[in-house]
């Protein structure tokens, strides 16, 4: 009983620790597009899709962590999703002028 205690935690744990890396690593580059994108204010090669996708998957990964484990990584999600979500503004605001994004 304590065994499976312990097994459970781990995963859980490790699950997080890696689950962390993935979004720091994913995450760690979207503060440069942002600051690019307002620096330059050129949204040429961006597209609103691929932006889109991404926040409806750190949507769901919000979500999920709020259903079946909050934890330190559902503000790693929430960080990204607001960089992302800054990222696509910005592409819709400087790419009124542009025909093709």
Known sequence: ???DFLIQSFQIKSMSFFEAGMLICFGASW???VMKTYRTKNVKGKSKLFLT???IGYIFGII???LNSVDFV???YVVNL???STDFVLCIMYG???ENI
């Open 53 to 55: 996708l991404i926040i």
């Open 82 to 84: 607001l960089l992302v």
């Open 64 to 66: 999920n962590k709020i």
């Open 1 to 3: 009983m304590i065994t």
């Open 31 to 33: 503060p440069f597009a």
């Open 96 to 98: 009124r002028n542009i």
């Open 74 to 76: 559902l503000w790693l």
